[in-house]
């Protein structure tokens, strides 16, 4: 039997996602400077967003959780279907009208700012 372990959409959501997005050139001077200056800053027009894109993930997350846990009868059955499910929540973001680049960097000031967190948070309840 396979194990499933049970996580938070947004966490597992942005796992998966974590994993699609490419990596920030460190070579590229300009690209890190603008990235750190950029980490720390969300937009309300972001939070909005952001928060349309988080209910979309937890959807899927959650459609994807209760097929997996019914459907997958192997590793491989396993591992394809997360790979569909990491596409659907790709597309998702994107459709939101973020880049999953940018899903993961508010996902990160989140978590690491109460104040950003509750503003997220009140939009979830909305």
């Known amino acids: 039997m396979l194990r ?3 996580l938070h ?5 942005a796992g998966l996602i974590l994993l699609s997005a490419p990596p ?3 070579a590229d001077g300009k690209a890190v400077q603008l ?6 800053t969300v ?14 993930v937890r959807e899927l997350s959650a459609e994807w959780q209760q097929r997996i846990q019914q459907d997958a ?16 929540m790709v597309q998702a973001i994107r459709d939101e009208g ?5 899903y993961n960097r508010i996902t990160q000031i989140s978590a690491e700012n109460p104040e ?5 948070a009140g939009h979830l309840t909305q």
């Open 9 to 13: 959409p947004m966490v597992f959501a």
């Open 116 to 120: 950003i967190s509750k503003k997220i």
């Open 35 to 40: 990235a750190q200056s950029q980490q720390g």
């Open 73 to 88: 009868k192997s590793d491989q059955d396993l591992q394809q279907m997360r790979r569909q499910a990491n596409q659907e």
């Open 43 to 56: 937009s309300e027009q972001e939070i909005r967003t952001y928060a349309a894109a988080v209910t979309e």
């Open 4 to 6: 499933i372990h049970h």
């Open 24 to 26: 920030v050139d460190a």
């Open 98 to 102: 973020l880049s999953v680049e940018d």
